[in-house]
């Protein structure tokens, strides 16, 4: 067995788990990878948890509380009737992209009343992925705009839900004013290769966006 996994200490995750591959830098020291971090965000419901829990290597962190008769009036489950529980804090996780890429993904809680949490979790991120509902186009809004304030690169990502019309991505860029050279994708945030391919996007748009 890997020291990794015998010398963790009792009811801590070790960073090498037993079924997980070990990646070169995990072994050789002289291979550090680069560290990046990631936020997505986004409004309620919209598939941020999903996102980061559908892509990610290890067992993701996640603070998902039950949504109890207090937030009646204040969270609209119109588009999201099923929906029983919420994150409250962040959701985290990590994804290898590269034998020297490692992404670490920060999940923003959607609603306005955990808003105050931001300005933490995004603190030295290199991009963000803002999802969109096309049923609720609005709900995105906010986070366009802080990062838009913020100046911080950012793709816009529209998780088509089950049963809901499709549209193009010009369709979202025009009805959301996205200006030409900010990526917009349609995902699907249940399908690994699907984030996958927002991320690099990001990555691709982050680095793009970097003063030389």
Same mark, same amino acid.
């Given at each position: 067995?890997?020291? !990794?996994?015998?010398?963790? !200490?009792?009811?801590?995750? /070790? ?8 990646? /070169? ?13 990631? #936020? ?14 559908? #892509?990610?290597?290890?067992? /993701?962190?996640? &603070? ?64 963000? #992925? ?26 816009? !990502? #529209?998780?088509?839900?089950?049963? &809901? ?11 959301? &004013? ?10 699907? !945030? ?23």
């Amino acid at each position: 067995m890997d020291s !990794a996994v015998s010398d963790a !200490a009792p009811g801590v995750t /070790p960073l090498v788990q037993e079924d997980e591959p070990l990646l /070169p830098w995990q072994t050789d020291p002289t291979r550090a990878p680069i560290a990046t971090k990631i #936020v997505v965000a986004g409004g309620f419901g919209v598939g941020k948890t999903t996102l980061v829990g559908s #892509v990610s290597e290890i067992t /993701p962190l996640q &603070t998902e509380a039950l949504m109890t008769e207090a937030s009646e009036g204040t969270d609209d489950l119109t588009a999201t009737p099923g929906k029983s529980t919420t994150t409250v804090a962040m959701d985290f996780g990590r994804i290898t992209l590269d034998d020297d890429l490692v992404l670490y993904l920060f999940g923003t809680p959607g609603q306005q009343r955990f808003w105050f949490m931001w300005d933490d979790l995004v603190r030295g991120a290199i991009g963000a #992925v803002v999802l969109a509902d096309t049923r609720r186009l609005k709900d995105c809004w906010p986070a366009l705009d802080y990062f838009e304030s913020c100046g911080m690169p950012y793709v816009v !990502a #529209v998780n088509h839900f089950d049963g &809901t019309e499709r549209y193009e991505p010009e369709d979202v860029r025009e009805a959301l &004013t996205i200006p030409a050279h900010i990526p917009v994708m349609i995902m699907d !945030a249940r399908r690994r290769i699907s984030v996958i391919e927002t991320l690099l996007s990001l990555v691709g748009h982050a680095l793009d966006e970097t003063p030389e």
